[in-house]
């Protein structure tokens, strides 16, 4: 059965470096997302991708984010210069159409910023 | 705006016994009500959804779930579970026009006493 794979599965890294979350959505998908979890809170939307280009993105996507789709395949999350409170499990999601909701999910990377 | 409330951070269920989760939603108008579910070290799946029509939704595994307008609620129900049900489960709410950006609870962990 075709999965979202993202890499890596856990990353530490110190604070003010950057980070990049991989992902390699479902192969026939057209739309892309983001979201993320931090620790006991609620897992929250920050941005969608579809034709490469953002479409949508929520407050919390700020100038230090990022997304790319540098190729056919990968789906990529930058973040520029990594605070504390960005430690967290972010998940990458694809779906075939916009208008369902059904987000097929990756198993997600935990982001620890020390 | 939209929010989802989840009350119950954890339940404990003896195996065999029949499962209720509730799910409180706020929305505007009608919305698309979704229940993932994520295992230990897994992605989110889709249970089941609510898009229209029938109130009451079957999904995967044995689970279902009712849509109340009256109560705002979109509880998830099983009449037997099993041990490998053990799991989070996230209800969320996406908009009719670009369902894209779901808005979760916070999860409700289910854990199964043998």
């Known amino acids: 059965e075709p999965e979202v794979t993202q890499t890596p599965s856990h990353q530490v890294t110190q604070m003010g470096q950057e980070v990049i979350l991989r992902c390699v959505p479902i192969s026939n998908h057209l739309y892309f997302y983001w979201y993320r979890q931090i620790l006991g809170q609620k897992v929250e939307f920050l941005v969608s991708?579809?034709?490469?280009?953002?479409?949508?993105k929520s407050e919390i996507f700020d100038d230090q984010f990022s997304v790319e789709r540098p190729d056919g395949s990968n789906f990529t999350l930058k973040i520029r210069s990594t605070k504390l409170e960005d430690s967290a499990m972010y998940f990458c999601a694809s779906s075939p159409r916009v208008y369902t909701g059904e987000l097929f999910f990756g198993e997600g990377s935990r982001l620890t910023v020390l | 705006a939209q929010s989802v409330t989840q009350p119950d951070i954890h339940i404990t269920v003896s195996e065999g016994a029949s499962l209720e989760l509730r799910c409180n939603y706020s929305y505007g108008a009608t919305p698309y009500l979704f229940w993932y579910v994520q295992s230990p070290g897994q992605g989110l799946q889709l249970l089941l959804k609510?898009?229209?029509?029938?109130?009451l939704v079957q999904g995967i595994k044995g689970f279902e779930a009712e849509f109340k307008r009256s109560q705002s609620s979109f509880n998830l129900r099983k009449p037997s579970v099993h041990w490998s049900d053990a799991a989070e489960y996230f209800c969320a709410v996406g908009g009719t026009q670009g369902a894209q950006k779901l808005v979760f609870g916070q999860g409700t962990r289910l854990t199964i006493n043998p």
């Open positions: 991708f579809y034709n490469n280009e953002i479409s949508e």
């Open positions: 609510y898009f229209s029509g029938d109130t």
